[in-house]
């Protein structure tokens, strides 16, 4: 049996069955995805998916970078000059290193859904691995297994995506001008417009005044241009943008020197440091825009991206070397609170991979400044021990209301039922392990779940 | 029923079994409160509380930031210009809002001392809000209420305040002189004198100067000014000293070079990182009179205060706006350790709130030198899995004894015995768990459990 | 009952009968042993341990420190000018005191020595220390207590030793030429030659030119030397190389940038910084050569040596204190990584003693890089909590196969038993753990167990 009704709950007997009231009062609850990395195109074009390894393996830099870590070269997978083309060869080394997952969330969430969307029996092994593919393979070529099939199936409310501030978003559009009755809303990232080390960044910026007939050659001009883009993408449904910084660092200079700083990254000739300072900058101009017009705000800082010189400059970008560094939020946000941390129309949600932060920083900023929410585990963190370490350590002095429920943050779009079944088990536990020790009692529990759960991914992300 | 008899106590029930014996052993032993921020003057004039919002809410930091951080305006806590007034209408937001405590140990504190100081049996709520004020009310005005009569009722043997260096300590003497049984001592927190950056710097200076008949205008003068303070804190009954850093950065210089900082000091024409370094000195200069003069030293270093602007001008210190940053001892301690760290007659106790230090360099520097000792968790980390984490991080390299007991460390009298209840009943839990994994003799458990109480506070602090 | 056969299980009863069996399959499995610092030359020679102080206290600096830090002096254990001879008196004093390794690993191991390898019923105190003594003394008086009798009694099937670079192995030596059948095989150790800032480096740069013929006055003539000496120790039965680095630092200079900073250690006229990049550079030439001859390579980082300057000039290193610093790893072994990190011939293996880093940034690189492996928590956190933590840290992202099971890392004989048996109780524990609540299946679980035993050590360490 892949999938255990009870996993993920407590052994002990007592908790475990207070775990599962609370669970089964939310596990069929709707999906609310407020952050991710689904393709919109998916959801204008709804075209099946072509394969088993397309789907589970190629894109996914979880699955990929275990494989590569025990010696399974990229090219095998399908990545990169001369690789392997064949998808079921690609999917047999996949099941011959499966054992390679064992005590990983990808694990669980391969296994969930190869059992509920795919409705397989058995572990994948190199005995059932054809079997498995066959399985799948016919599956995703019948019309229910398209994209908006699934979306109706996983209980989807609305998903959102993550889109370049110079997107088009015109699969947005056409998901909307379908008649399609999900929701699917973009999230306005403007890291390519904003971080001078991007690549093009200077290209971006012209691109950046072309598309909103904003002078990004001047500071004014440049600002008016992330108006208008951020107008657009909240015609387009949007309430939230997205910003990924090495760092969490911000500023806030005067407008003279934040216009002399914007002409140096704009001319390409900056000093050391300029790069990170108008990073900076920008977030407290994103945080003072965000004030205006309501988007909410979300900061993923802290990861130090493709690691390894060769894995970039063969297989490019997002294939599991993005490795996280120390990160420290408190004198890092210090110029941005001080500017409109204590406004309430500001919503910032801190996501962070440096988990020491959740009790010494997070919790005690998020616990003080109205405008600050944290987001969920993230990432590497995004597991069964991830989740508990998160409330073990950020529910005591930010209480509840002052975290946002759940992100899958994922483009595996057949993991996002089983992330947000692993977070509902996990929370459920949680609150399972509070009423047993009294620290709660068990009607508040059953009021908190569901605000876990989705109530306050709604809230918090203005959905 | 708000208190659960078996509150904190491990799920497992025979680990239950032995950690409800543990706890019963200490539960009922007096309370030995070496460092906290009573008021001296409650204790000096035993006069009544005048009400529930001022005796629960307004001063404590605690409650105040958790409802800012969800919206409620300081003004609305009775706080800040043009504040509400009315007591009850601040009690009745703060019942509206109970909710937002939901596990954290402010709502342990606050059930716990509603019930057992109040004998109030339901949690509050918008519904009892108003009949638990009068409840509260009504008992503040009688005698039974006052602070020497809670002092009795409390179970305590002993509590130390906290104390400015340039305090007269009047409402100590008051104390002593009145015949009362119980025993208030005074901290010596020489902040106001030693960091360059405090407010008055110069003033308080002078006043110190004034105070002890010592120049104040010479190093040495200054260094002989602390001792005639400390010998006058310790007539008064202290037996420490307390110190409050932004770091813990240590220092020992030379004599000329100690005096030429503090020239540059006392003028206030100082160089950058001259303020850093001066307390760094003074902390070396503080150890070492305490080789002196026997008083118990504790640093309270990695708490950036009053983080925003706005608040701190509007609302002024300790209202929640206290944000810790990442602390590293091992490099910053060891001029104080090379200077006096192997004498034996040297107490330091360290406390810390960012916890990655517990295991990696607070228990092996307690587990070394003689002079250390590990203060309990603090402020943030003074909670159900605080104390946990603290006791499994620590307690393999450090053991127990190289403890100091808990602390409570607070200004909301009320929540004293809430708070010291908490930690023992963490505390019976970890020993429970010792003995059902047998690394620990049930027997052995029954000699920790009153040191972990009592007995390693009275110890650790000479008391 | 000094040991109960329970001891570090679950308390859960179905968790612990599962955690039962487990450890049951592994409990007497071999002991391999790849990293370790017993002496060669007790394998050379096979004599006769002296006395018990001489066995169990005055070398373990685990006990020494707490020792120490509760204000026994050094003197009173046989350490320093002018200290106790008698060892009887040294052991008198450790039973006095036996108490302060309530709630420590050292107890669990001295325990478990005393019982399993003594015969001793009792645990020590002042009342049963001079009969302990005696019974212990007597046995080491017996052939059957001899260094290769007790290999043979504790299930070793490999040991390995550190050695420095300049070491003749003669003991290794000896033991291979006696017919015994133990395997003992060194450990290059090369840092009192690569570390600029270790004692008579120059001299010991010209001991390494001696020994080799090579001209240790040129960068190429020093990395040959290098070269050749890992050849001997290959030949005496290494297998891996291991450096212990204050930081993980790695550099990949241009080969007239690298000789030019040679010359420079190489005169003693270095520049502010040149040790640290000198070992940064080594570092990535160690990896090099690794690649060309198969030794697996260790890094050992984040321990400041010595820390007290009094203890260290009048009792000289290893005497407990040592501690730890913060540590980083992602952005210091990228010169390294970049260089071979990719390369499945190398194969390094990282140790940390900041816990912070096994979530954030180890787990997250061996999940990634072919070459990385994770070492097993290391010194104070080789105990329950700290294998516990371990695994609850890395597995979700680096899975079971990038660590490498468990190390002894000990010069403390009759402790190695017991750390294997903690650590297959701890990593049975948490077996079971994943089994009862379903992210595992048992028969997973009785595959892995050997592994994490002894299977992923031979395995990880080409032995």
Chains 1, 2, 3 share one sequence.
């Not at 995703?140 to 297994?145: D, K, N, Q, R, T």
């Not at 990232?189 to 007939?213: C, H, M």
């Not at 990170?276 to 003072?288: D, H, K």
Request: aromatic share 10%.
């Amino acid at each position: 049996m892949l999938l255990h009704s009870d996993r993920l709950l407590p052994p002990d007997p007592a908790t475990k069955a207070i775990a599962r009231g609370l669970y089964a009062a939310v596990a069929d609850r709707p999906i609310v995805s407020p952050h991710g990395h689904t393709d919109p195109r998916w959801w204008g074009e709804n075209s099946a998916f072509s394969n088993p390894a397309d789907l589970f393996i190629v894109p996914d830099h979880y699955v990929v970078r275990m494989l590569v870590s025990q010696g399974v070269r990229y090219e095998e997978l399908g990545i990169g000059e001369g690789a392997e083309r064949d998808p079921r060869t690609i999917w047999r080394c996949f099941a011959a290193n499966y054992h390679l997952f064992q005590g990983t969330p990808s694990r669980l969430w391969l296994d969930h859904a190869l059992s509920t969307v795919f409705g397989l029996a058995g572990r994948l092994s190199p005995a059932n691995a054809d079997a498995h593919y066959d399985a799948i393979a016919e599956q995703l070529a019948s019309p229910h297994y398209r994209p908006r099939e699934l979306y109706d199936r996983f209980g989807i409310e609305v998903i959102a995506t993550t889109d370049s501030a110079l997107d088009d978003l015109r699969w947005h559009a056409m998901a909307r001008e379908s008649g399609w009755k999900g929701r699917v809303v973009p999230t306005y990232r403007p890291d390519a417009v904003i971080d001078p080390d991007s690549e093009d960044f200077a290209a971006n910026l012209d691109r950046l005044g072309d598309l909103t007939g904003c002078d990004t050659g001047s500071w004014l001009g440049y600002l008016e241009a992330h108006r208008a883009r951020r107008a657009f993408f909240r015609r387009m449904g949007a309430t939230a943008t997205d910003h990924g910084h090495p760092t969490p660092r911000t500023a806030d200079l005067a407008e003279t020197a934040a216009a002399a700083l914007f002409a140096r990254v704009r001319s390409g000739k900056i000093d050391s440091g300029d790069a990170e300072l108008f990073r900076a900058q920008m977030l407290t101009e994103m945080a003072r825009m965000s004030v205006e017009d309501g988007l909410v705000m979300q900061l993923h800082a802290g990861s130090f991206r493709s690691h390894n010189a060769a894995v970039y400059s063969r297989y490019g970008r997002d294939r599991g070397f993005d490795i996280p560094v120390p990160v420290s939020f408190t004198v890092a946000l210090k110029p941005l609170l001080d500017a409109v941390g204590m406004d309430t129309r500001l919503r910032l949600i801190l996501f962070t991979l440096d988990e020491t932060t959740y009790s010494r920083e997070l919790a005690p900023l998020a616990g003080a400044y109205p405008s600050l929410r944290l987001g969920p585990p993230w990432w590497f963190h995004d597991s069964f021990e991830g989740i508990r370490r998160f409330r073990e350590l950020a529910t005591e002095t930010a209480g509840f209301r002052n975290t946002v429920g759940f992100n899958d943050d994922t483009r595996a779009l057949c993991s996002i039922p089983a992330r947000h079944d692993v977070s509902r088990r996990v929370d459920s536990a949680f609150l399972a392990e509070l009423i047993v020790t009294h620290r709660l009692d068990e009607a508040e529990a059953y009021e908190i779940a569901p605000l876990l759960s989705d109530g306050l991914a709604r809230e918090g992300y203005r959905l």
